[in-house]
Every structure is written in C-alpha cells, then in structure tokens.
C-alpha cells in the first residue's frame, strides 16, 4: 500500500470510528438525561450511580466496536491471518500499548498507525464525555 493509501484508508477508518463514537455517545446522553428524569425520586446512591453505568456500559461498547473493527481490516485485509491474533494486535494497538511481538510491514506502518490514534482519541473523547457526565450528575447531586 502506497503512503498516500495508508493515509487515505486510514483517515476513512478512523472516522468511521469516532462516527459510530459520536453517535453512540449522542444516544447516550439521551437515554442519561431520560434515565435521570425516572430516578428522580429514587435513592441518591441511584440518581448518581445509574447513569455513570449506563455511561461506561456504552463507552466499553464503542471501544469494543472500534477495536473489532480494526481486526475486520486486519483479517478481510490479509494482513494478519487469524482473529486471535487480528483481535490481539489491535486491542494492543488501539490502547497504544504495541507489546511489539506481531509487527506490520513497512507497506502498512503508517495505515496501522492510524489504529493507535484511533484508541488515543477514542480514550481521550470517552475521557472527556465522563468527566463531563460526572460532573454534571454531581452537581445535580450536590446541589439539591
């Protein structure tokens, strides 16, 4: 695969991944904000730990996907040959991890690096809606 290919593909791929990301966590809110509306005269312990599950189930979702997405390539692509080892390289891509014991070859360093910012991104958008989340639930929380 040529450099501009790899930038290429790996540019779909990786929006791809923060497409389905940034719809998922869209939907996610939604369903917080109904979850919240529901709890509202629940248990404290609920009305803060109800929607920071419902949050973190969706998140392992969007990483599992993006990561199962990454071994697809890796697998229909014939880079790598079975789904053990497809779904092992690019969980430890995606966590930029890269243990280094199955490497790419050099055709395909860059696209596979695209991976690593895939997780990197990924991790650091989840990061960001958490943080936002919890904040706001315990605001609600601490205020009323």
């Known amino acids: 695969m040529t450099l501009a290919n790899q930038i290429i593909w790996g540019s779909i791929y990786l929006g791809i991944c923060f497409l389905f990301e940034i719809i998922l966590l869209t939907w996610c809110t939604q369903l917080v904000r ?10 404290r312990f609920f009305t803060i730990a109800a929607p920071i599950c419902l949050a973190l189930s969706f998140i392992v979702a969007i990483h599992t996907f993006q990561v199962w997405l990454w071994a697809i390539v890796w697998v229909f692509g014939d880079v790598l040959t079975d789904w053990n080892t497809a779904l092992y390289f690019s969980l430890v891509t995606f966590t930029t991890l890269g243990y280094g014991d199955i490497v790419l070859g050099e055709d395909l360093r860059i696209f596979g690096a695209f991976a690593s910012v895939t997780g990197l991104l990924a991790f650091g958008l989840s990061t960001a809606f958490m943080v936002a989340l919890m904040t706001q639930v315990f ?3 601490l205020i009323s």
């Open 34 to 43: 109904e979850l919240t509306l529901r709890l509202e005269n629940a248990k």
């Open 139 to 141: 605001k609600e929380e």
